[in-house]
Nanobody, 126 residues
Framework: QVQLVESGGGLVRPGGSLTLSCAAS????????MAWFRQAPGKVREFVGG????????SYADSVKGRFTISRDNTKNAVYLLMNSLKSGDTDIYYC???????????????????WGQGTQVTVSS
């Protein structure tokens, strides 16, 4: 059974940085896509960015492009989200997810993601 566990959330001042981690266990398939989403209370869960396990290609939402970077560690089945220049609008619960059906072509639609973590809270405030 696939399990995803996020960590690294917390309180950070505007302009600061934070790195989130997501560790996957129980993964028996070789190529997939891992992505980060975020959601505020009462709002739709939105795509932040993703990375392909096949070729390390990445894709980002326009709102975070140039500020956030996704990387992966194959040996640990882990994905990381480095967030720089954080703004108050980045305050959300951040979730990682796996799309096991696609090896390439990172999709922003949450409906294609099969597995989800429990989320980690990021609060950007002075």
């Amino acid at each position: 059974q696939v399990q995803l566990v996020e960590s690294g959330g917390g309180l950070v001042r505007p302009g600061g940085s934070l790195t989130l981690s997501c560790a996957a266990s129980g993964v028996t398939f070789s190529n997939f896509i891992m992505a980060w989403f975020r959601q505020a209370p009462g709002k739709v869960r939105e795509f932040v960015g993703g990375i392909s396990w096949a070729d390390r290609s990445t894709s980002y939402a326009d709102s975070v492009k140039g500020r956030f970077t996704i990387s992966r560690d194959n040996t640990k089945n882990a994905v990381y989200l480095l967030m720089n220049s954080l703004k108050s609008g980045d305050t959300d619960i951040y979730y990682c997810a796996i799309d096991r059906l696609h090896a390439l072509g990172i999709r922003a639609s949450r409906s294609v993601y099969d597995y989800w973590g429990q989320g980690t809270q990021v609060t950007v405030s002075s």
